[in-house]
C-alpha cells in the first residue's frame, strides 16, 4: 500500500473535529491503522431521505473516495432503518419522519448519484436493516442501558431544546444508539461521517469498546458552504449545486462563488490532488493566484468530475458566450405556453426558477428578459417564439402547448 504519510496527508485533508486535541488523537489512531499496512474496513453511513443530492452531500463520500483509491475496503451503507427515526445530527428540531416505500425509492436515485463520486467496483453496499431489524426489546433495552439521559443532553441541538423548553422525543435519543451499533455490526476500523455527526461516531466507539472490539477512528468532514459563500448548501434556499444538474448550470453557479469561498470548495468539492489544493489556497490567500483564473478551473473540475472534459468546455464555452459576452446560446430549452397564459407561470414550470416568489424577484430585479428587453411584469401572456433569459444563466425558447 502508499507510504503512510502519503496516505496520512490526503485522508486527513479538510477534517475537521472542533478540537485540535481530538484531531492530533484521532490521527495518531489513523496512522496506527495504516501502519498495519492492510486494508482498513472504512464506511460511510447514509439515510436515503432525498432524491436529488448536492455538492455538499457529496463531501463524505469524496473521502470514502480517498480511501478507495488507497486500497481499502468501502463500505456504503444504507441507513434503511435509521432513516424511519431521522438524524437530529443537524436539526434545531424534530426531523420529519419517512415511510418505508419512500426511503426504497429515494435509495436507488441517492447511489446512482452517490456513482458520480464513488468508484463502484470498490463500493460494497449494505443496509442496517441487516442487523437493526433483528433487534427484538430485550436488545434495544440492553443497548440504552449503555448510555445516560445526561450523555444525550450533552450534544448540542438536543442541550439546545431542552434549555428553551422545545420538545425533545425519546425516539431521537434512539438515532445515535443505532448508528453506534452500525458499526459495532461492521468492525469497522474508520467512519466516515459529517463533523455534526461526531457524537453518533463516538456512541459507536462505546459499544465497540464495551463489546471487545478495537475502537473505530472518526473521519468527519465539515460542512460546504452554498454558492452565497456563507450560508449552508441547501436545495430549500436555492443556495445548491445539484450532482444531477445540467453541465451549464454547474458551471453557472460555481463562477458565482464568492472568491472568499473558493479555498472551501477546492479542498471539499474536488478530487483535485491534494498537494495541488494546498498550493491554490496558498496562492490566493498569498494574492499569487488570480480568483478568476482559479475559479473557472474550478468550475471546469466540478463538470468534470460528474460529466466529463467535453461537457466541461462546453460548459465553459457556453458560459463565456452568454454571461460573459451577453449573447443568447445557440440552443436553448423550450418551454410550451398555454393560449394567454402568464410568463412567469411558464418560468416557473419550466424549472427557470423555483418558485413564483422567486421569479417575482428576478422580474423586480429585471432580471428576466423577452427577446432583449426588460420584462417587468410576469402576469403578461408569455409569446410564443420570444426567447427569454431568466437571470444570468437561464434561457427559454416559448412554444405552443400543441408544438
Avoid at 442501558?145 to 425516539?171: G, I
Avoid at 426567447?387 to 405552443?400: A, C, E, F, P, S
Wanted: aromatic share 6%; proline share 4%; net charge negative.
Amino acid at each position: 500500500m502508499a507510504p503512510v504519510d502519503e496516505q496520512l496527508f490526503v485522508l486527513m485533508s479538510g477534517v475537521e473535529y472542533g478540537d485540535g486535541g481530538l484531531r492530533r488523537a484521532f490521527e495518531a489512531e489513523l496512522r496506527e491503522l495504516l501502519e498495519e499496512d492492510r486494508p482498513l474496513k472504512v464506511y460511510l453511513g447514509i439515510d436515503p431521505t432525498a432524491t436529488s443530492l448536492t455538492l455538499g452531500h457529496a463531501v463524505p463520500l469524496r473521502k470514502l473516495r480517498q480511501f478507495q483509491d488507497f486500497g481499502h475496503e468501502t463500505v456504503f451503507l444504507i441507513g434503511d432503518i435509521t432513516a424511519l427515526i431521522g438524524d437530529p445530527s443537524d436539526k434545531n428540531k424534530l426531523r420529519p419522519q419517512i415511510d418505508s416505500e419512500t426511503i426504497r425509492a429515494n435509495e436507488a436515485a441517492y447511489f446512482a448519484q452517490a456513482s458520480k463520486i464513488l468508484d463502484q467496483s470498490k463500493t460494497v453496499v449494505r443496509h442496517n436493516s441487516e442487523w437493526l431489524g433483528d433487534l427484538d426489546l430485550n436488545d434495544l433495552i440492553s443497548l440504552m442501558s449503555k448510555f445516560t439521559v445526561a450523555e444525550m443532553l450533552t450534544r448540542d441541538n438536543f442541550r439546545q431544546r431542552y434549555q428553551s423548553e422545545d420538545a425533545v422525543y425519546l425516539h431521537e435519543f434512539l438515532y445515535a444508539l443505532l448508528q453506534g451499533y452500525d458499526a459495532l455490526a461492521l468492525e469497522c476500523d474508520v467512519q466516515v461521517g459529517g463533523t455534526e455527526q461526531l457524537f453518533n461516531l463516538m456512541a459507536g466507539r462505546k459499544l465497540q469498546e464495551q463489546a471487545g472490539q478495537r475502537k473505530h477512528v472518526p473521519v468527519t468532514m465539515p460542512i460546504l458552504v452554498g454558492i452565497d459563500g456563507s450560508m449552508r448548501m441547501s436545495k430549500s434556499t436555492g443556495n445548491f449545486i445539484g450532482l444531477d444538474e445540467a453541465p451549464e448550470e454547474q458551471y453557472g453557479k460555481a463562477m458565482s462563488i464568492p472568491d472568499g469561498a473558493l479555498a472551501n470548495y477546492f479542498l471539499l468539492a474536488t478530487n483535485l490532488d491534494r498537494g495541488d489544493v494546498v498550493a491554490t489556497i496558498e496562492g490566493l490567500a498569498n494574492n499569487e493566484r488570480d480568483p478568476m483564473t482559479e475559479k473557472k478551473r474550478l468550475a471546469r473540475t466540478i463538470v468534470t468530475e460528474l460529466h466529463g472534459e467535453d461537457a466541461a468546455a462546453q460548459a465553459e464555452a457556453h458560459f463565456e458566450r452568454t454571461v460573459q459576452r451577453r449573447e443568447e446560446p445557440e440552443e436553448m430549452p423550450e418551454a410550451a405556453a398555454r393560449e394567454g397564459q402568464p410568463l412567469i407561470d411558464v418560468i416557473v414550470e419550466a424549472g427557470a426558477a423555483p418558485s413564483r416568489r422567486e421569479a417575482r424577484r428576478l422580474f423586480d430585479q429585471g432580471a428576466v428578459t423577452v427577446d432583449g428587453e426588460p420584462a417587468s411584469d410576469g402576469r403578461e401572456p408569455a409569446r410564443v417564439g420570444s426567447r427569454v433569459r431568466v437571470g444570468k444563466r437561464r434561457w427559454l425558447r416559448i412554444t405552443g402547448a400543441g408544438s
